[in-house]
């Protein structure tokens, strides 16, 4: 059974930082490209980050040059290094597997609150 789930999440004061995590099972880690979509209350699903198969990585423009995408194969999982954090960044974040037509999989979202 394929499942993310995804970790590190909570309360951080503005200008702090948070790791999420997300965890894979169930499939070949190494060979997907994996998303990171966060979604705020009242508003539609934005694409943070991602990276693929290879390492490479794509940040949307909101978050460029304050969060950090990676992955570790060996442990089948994906983390989301959030620096600089801004009131703007709450959001439930979800992480997601890329397929070709979209994302198959996604695990069940984990909170980000920034506020002072």
């Known amino acids: 059974e394929v499942q993310l789930v995804e970790s590190g999440g909570g309360l951080v004061q503005p200008g702090g930082s948070l790791r999420l995590s997300c965890a894979a099972s169930?499939?070949?880690?190494?060979?997907?490209?994996i998303i990171w979509v966060r979604q705020a209350p009242g508003k539609g699903r934005e694409c943070v980050s991602a990276?693929?198969?290879?390492?490479?990585?794509y940040y949307g423009d909101s978050v460029k040059g304050r969060f950090n995408i990676s992955r570790d194969n060996a442990k089948n999982t994906e983390y989301l290094q959030m620096n600089s954090l801004k009131p703007e960044d709450t959001a439930v974040y979800y992480c997601?597997?890329?397929?070709?037509?979209?994302?198959?999989?996604w695990g069940q979202g984990t909170q980000v609150t920034v506020s002072s």
């Open positions: 990276i693929n198969s290879g390492g490479g990585t």
């Open positions: 997601a597997r890329v397929v070709a037509y979209g994302y198959d999989y």
């Open positions: 169930g499939f070949p880690f190494s060979y997907y490209d």
